[in-house]
């Protein structure tokens, strides 16, 4: 009698904490914050969407580019998603004084969220951050890379860039 009796504590004991992981690993809720109501007559464009690098080698380190960015519309925009395509790319997405990122490519680490404004005619800048020896040797030859922002009034904006890495 008394070993079932301790058999059934043991099995509620290990019940309990098998639910407690189970609500530990629930998502979080998705509560969304206020936000100022923003219109969809903006839209986001970079004076240069291309950028090539030409011949970078893995041994110099890290290349960046900073795009310029403008929201050319009459509502201010919302930027809600700052990523990248690969893992070797990071984005700053800077307006003003202010900055917010890096941001990486999705899956890759903790993924931060983003949200900031760029008011009409406003210009900000993306500093993108490309890391060659990210892949390892053999990561050499021709990349092409690309981060993506996205924004409440259009279809996201793409920034490209291109290189030939070697060794």
């Given at each position: 009698?008394?070993?079932?009796q301790?058999?059934?504590i043991?099995?509620?004991?290990i ?5 407690g992981f189970?609500?530990?690993a629930r ?8 936000s100022?109501?923003l ?7 970079a004076q240069?969407n291309n950028?090539?690098f030409?011949s970078?080698s ?5 290349v960046?580019?900073?795009f ?8 201010p925009?919302a930027?809600?998603?700052?990523y990248?395509?690969?893992m ?7 307006i003003g004084s202010?900055a917010?990122g ?9 993924a931060?969220?983003?949200?900031e ?5 406003e210009?900000a ?8 020896a990210?892949?390892?040797?053999a990561g050499v030859?021709?990349?092409?890379r ?7 009034a259009s ?5 490209k ?7």
């Amino acid at each position: 009698m008394k070993k079932n009796q301790n058999q059934f504590i043991w099995a509620g004991v290990i019940l309990a904490v098998l639910i407690g992981f189970i609500w530990l690993a629930r998502p979080a809720s998705q509560s969304t914050p206020a936000s100022p109501v923003l219109g969809k007559n903006g839209a986001l464009t970079a004076q240069e969407n291309n950028y090539d690098f030409g011949s970078i080698s893995m041994a110099a380190g890290k290349v960046s580019k900073t795009f310029a960015i403008k929201n050319t519309g009459s509502d201010p925009l919302a930027v809600n998603q700052l990523y990248t395509s690969c893992m070797c790319t990071e984005a700053t997405l800077k307006i003003g004084s202010r900055a917010a990122g890096p941001f990486g490519m999705p899956g890759h680490g903790f993924a931060q969220r983003i949200s900031e404004t760029i008011r009409p005619n406003e210009e900000a800048a993306v500093e993108v951050v490309f890391d060659p020896a990210a892949h390892g040797p053999a990561g050499v030859g021709r990349i092409e890379r690309a981060v993506y922002l996205e924004n409440s009034a259009s279809e996201a904006l793409q920034l490209k860039f291109s290189a030939t890495v070697t060794p």
